[in-house]
């Protein structure tokens, strides 16, 4: 199995693993799970290796069921027969949106999140065309679970936005429903999981907005918050407060 092995960071082995949501809130608050580790390429020097060449070394030579699909996305010719340049093109995209095992092999993982991918940028400006977010709540946060976008409204005016997020996996779904924020912490950290859940804004429970070090895009999902990059989650610190609504709505593919 060609996969990007784990590193070790500050005395603890990190890798692409599952996104959780951990935090140590007041008595109301229900408890997720930590937030996402990505392991990061190492810096090249003399007489090492990056996890991303180990892991070209290792690229497959079968075509996964899902090759055309992958052929398409990433714009290469489309024949079904796996190339050395096919291969490498969806090991990187494998490596930049935290897939695992990174060896190429067009799955139905990374068929998944090219998908996802595909259904975000046809949101285009207009992720609220089919109105299923408030328009009469004033300023507001909405979560689409299905394709895994939010965005910040007023009224009918797009105020930020869409930008992706990871919701909660299969057994942690995050909860649909309208919120409101009413706990924030910009340097929260989660005596529980012992990680950082930076521009943390809870809006129901344990659940909350928050930014992660790994990609948004990672399967399969955080235990129930809605994970950010971190200039997203740093936007969404400056446009929302406490009292302001958030609208969750849809259905995280998988779960």
């Given amino acids: 199995m060609g996969v990007v092995r784990a590193v070790r960071s500050h005395g603890r082995r990190v890798g692409v693993a599952l996104g959780l949501a951990g935090m140590a809130v007041p ?14 390429p190492l810096g090249r020097s003399a007489g090492t290796v990056t996890p991303v060449s180990m892991a070209a070394s290792s690229c497959t030579t079968t075509a996964g069921p899902y090759q055309e699909q992958a052929e398409r996305f990433l714009g290469r010719p489309v024949d079904g ?31 998944g ?4 991918i595909s259904a975000q940028k046809a949101a285009g400006h207009n992720p609220n ?22 965005w910040v409204q007023d009224g009918s005016r797009l105020v930020y936005g869409p930008v992706p997020v990871r919701s909660g996996r299969d057994g942690f779904e995050t909860r649909t429903g309208l919120k409101k924020v009413y706990w924030r912490n910009i340097n929260h950290w989660s005596t529980l999981y012992k990680v950082a859940m930076p521009y943390s804004q809870f809006f129901d429970g344990g659940q909350a ?20 990059r971190k200039g997203d989650a740093k936007k969404y610190w400056s446009l929302l407060k406490n009292g302001d609504d958030v609208y969750v709505y849809g259905r995280k593919p998988g779960t």
């Fill in 129 to 150: 065309a089919a109105r299923k977010c408030p328009t009469d709540k004033g300023r507001i946060a909405c979560v689409d679970l299905t394709r895994q976008l939010s």
């Fill in 27 to 40: 008595l109301a608050v229900a408890v997720a799970g930590p937030a996402q580790a990505q392991a990061r």
């Fill in 209 to 228: 907005f928050h930014s992660i070090a790994g990609s948004v895009w990672s399967p399969p999902g955080s235990h129930g918050c809605v994970n950010m």
């Fill in 113 to 116: 999140v090219m998908s996802l």
């Fill in 81 to 111: 027969w796996q190339s050395r340049a096919d291969c490498l093109a969806i090991q990187k995209f494998q490596i930049d949106h935290g897939i695992s095992p990174t060896i190429g092999y067009a799955g139905p993982i990374t068929s």
